[in-house]
């Protein structure tokens, strides 16, 4: 089974510009994560996907961050433009949804991404 | 509320021994406790997970001990080996697809050989 896709795995740009990060989820998941993973953090919510509606993206700074979920698969996130403190590791993962044992949340790799 | 805390931020452990991670949490909703295993430039994977109704899960060295009434859980690598250094996250959630999912700071462990 192939795994959580993401492009590209390393980005340096410098501030007010723009990135925008692509993800193809595991076959068949219907819910999508962006997290951020600030160094020396735990990962934290940005948006969450069910198919290709947003179920929560509460901590999404809006003002400059967008991401959307065209036809329930793939997701791009968008940064516009980029300040300093969005330096971060940038992870997609996908989950087929809850069953009786929880909700196991699988992971890309992630793309890192400098802002100087 | 949300939060879980996490300790400690590095731990180091000799070969053979056992390490051993603790979380703390407030939010009383707060019912399906994952941790996760990263390793350098990958993301987390899902190590072990519990729910609440058991105070013990164990998969091979991985063992979860959950005490309820402190809000607290731990996870206890038994006979740790230098492949176990990694970063080891706690996160805990509520028990619906609405839940998100709240990770702990991270513990950098290291396993000396």
């Known amino acids: 089974e192939a795994g959580v896709a993401q492009s590209p795995r390393y980005k340096i740009i410098e501030k007010r510009q723009s990135v925008a990060f692509w993800c193809n989820p595991i076959?068949?998941?219907?819910?999508l994560y962006w997290y951020q993973q600030i160094l020396g953090q735990g990962p934290k919510l940005l948006i969450q996907f069910q198919n290709n509606g947003v179920v929560d993206d509460s901590q999404l700074p809006k003002d400059r961050f967008s991401a959307e979920r065209l036809k329930g698969v793939d997701s791009t996130l968008k940064i516009q433009p980029a300040k300093l403190e969005d330096s971060a590791v940038y992870l997609c993962a996908s989950s087929s949804g809850w069953s009786f044992s929880g909700n196991t949340i699988y992971f890309g790799e992630g793309s890192w991404l400098t802002v100087v | 509320q949300q939060q879980v805390k996490q300790s400690p931020q590095s731990l180091i452990v000799q070969k053979g021994g056992i390490s051993i991670i603790n979380c703390a949490y407030e939010n009383t909703a707060f019912d399906y406790f994952p941790w996760y295993q990263q390793f350098p430039g990958k993301g987390p994977a899902l190590l072990i997970a519990?729910?609440?109704?058991?105070s013990e899960k164990k998969e091979g060295r991985f063992t979860i001990s959950f005490n309820k009434s402190a809000k607290q859980f731990s996870l206890h690598i038994m006979d740790s080996q230098p492949g176990d250094s990694a970063t080891y996250f706690c996160?805990?959630?509520?028990?619906?697809?609405?839940?998100?999912?709240?990770f702990g700071s991270g513990t950098r462990l290291s396993i000396r050989p």
């Open positions: 076959s068949g998941h219907a819910t």
């Open positions: 519990i729910r609440p109704d058991v």
């Open positions: 996160a805990a959630s509520g028990y619906s697809s609405a839940s998100k999912i709240i």
